[in-house]
């Protein structure tokens, strides 16, 4: 019974890197979205995807994120050339599916740009 | 567009006794959900409880109840005999129509005093 799980718990790098984040849902929620926690902008709706549907990217501050979900399970999310600013609480969560509204949340990948 | 104000950044409450974190959302969506979530210190979310628009009587879950008045577009959630275990951050959101993410307020810091 396993919740979603985020890896790596925490994340430091340097500016202009690369980073990627992973998310693992519950188990058979066919619904996943990304949320960015920041004290400046609060929580942020990043990027959502259904199934085999097209994702909805619409939250994505900018066109050096990215994020792909393989297999309708595990995601990445990817930031390109990180700046200081990119410095937040990455919340993945997972919903069951269609009737169902309730998201569930995993630990968060804290990310550090220095 | 949607919007969740949560006016109280910081509560105090006595352990034992009752505590209302105050929410009030704006829609023009006819169907919608909302939420409370949790957030202690280690940085989690988790959910509490939630209440659909359609929903003729209030929500409840264990020691939390939620407060639903449509006609004031207010989601006020209710902490029974708090603990001190319920110190911590909480957020009021909403579930749009579109794909099911989440909008949320800025939260309510609470923390309950021995």
């Known amino acids: 019974g396993a919740g979603v799980s985020q890896s790596p718990s925490n994340k430091v790098t340097e500016k202009g890197k690369d980073v990627e984040l992973r998310c693992d849902p519950i188990s058979g929620h066919t619904a996943l979205y990304w949320y960015r926690q920041s004290l400046g902008q609060g929580l942020e709706f990043l990027i959502y995807?259904?199934?085999?549907?097209?994702?909805?990217k619409s939250g994505l501050p900018s066109d050096r994120f990215s994020a792909e979900r393989t297999g309708g399970s595990v995601s990445t999310l990817t930031i390109q050339r990180t700046q200081q600013e990119d410095s937040a609480v990455y919340l993945c969560?997972?919903?069951?599916?269609?009737?169902?509204?309730?998201?569930?949340f995993g630990p968060g990948t804290r990310l550090t740009v220095l | 567009a949607q919007k969740i104000t949560q006016t109280q950044p910081g509560m105090f409450v006595q352990e034992k006794e009752a505590v209302t974190l105050d929410c009030t959302y704006d829609?023009?969506?006819?169907?919608?959900?909302l939420f409370w979530y949790k957030q202690p210190s280690s940085g989690e979310m988790i959910f509490l409880i939630y209440q659909g628009s359609y929903d003729q009587q209030n929500a409840t879950e264990g020691r939390y109840s939620l407060n639903f008045q449509k006609a004031r577009k207010s989601a006020n959630l209710v902490i029974s005999a708090s603990q001190l275990g319920d110190s911590a951050m909480y957020f009021c959101?909403?579930?749009?129509?579109?794909?099911?993410?989440?909008?949320f307020g800025q939260g309510t810091e609470l923390s309950v005093k021995p």
């Open positions: 969560a997972s919903r069951q599916g269609a009737g169902t509204d309730t998201q569930y």
């Open positions: 995807f259904q199934g085999n549907s097209a994702p909805d």
């Open positions: 959101a909403m579930r749009g129509n579109q794909g099911g993410k989440l909008i």
């Open positions: 829609t023009s969506d006819p169907s919608y959900g």
